[in-house]
């Protein structure tokens, strides 16, 4: 069973930063990509970046610019550098790995809260 576990969330005033890191129990080459999403109160969990096994990065609009995603192989671990943060990100991030195939396989962490006050 693969485990995820986030840590790095936090309460961080408005133009502030924080780092999300991801540690996997697994290779993390076994994935096909992995990402981080976030669930805000009342709100539907959303894809903030994404960072496939060749390295190809994609980011949801609204953090384009601030946000970066990247991963160290050798710690299988994933992180998610967050830069000039806005009230708006406020949400738990979990952490995703997903092997593709005939049927996506998803596993997730358990969540880390991020705060940002204004």
């Known amino acids: 069973q693969v485990q995820l576990v986030e840590s790095g969330g936090g309460l961080v005033q408005a133009g502030g930063s924080l780092r999300l890191s991801c540690a996997a129990s697994?290779?993390?080459?076994?994935?096909?990509?992995m990402g981080w999403y976030r669930q805000a109160p009342g709100k539907q969990r959303e894809l903030v970046a994404s960072i496939t096994s060749g390295d190809s990065r994609n980011y949801a609009d609204s953090v384009r610019g601030r946000f970066t995603i990247s991963r160290d192989n050798a710690k299988n671990t994933v992180y998610l550098q967050m830069n000039s943060l806005k009230p708006e990100d406020t949400a738990v991030y979990y952490c995703?790995?997903?092997?593709?195939?005939?049927?996506?396989?998803?596993?997730w962490g358990q969540g880390t809260q991020v705060t940002v006050s204004s």
């Open positions: 995703n790995a997903a092997r593709l195939g005939g049927d996506r396989l998803d596993y």
């Open positions: 697994a290779n993390i080459f076994s994935f096909n990509t």
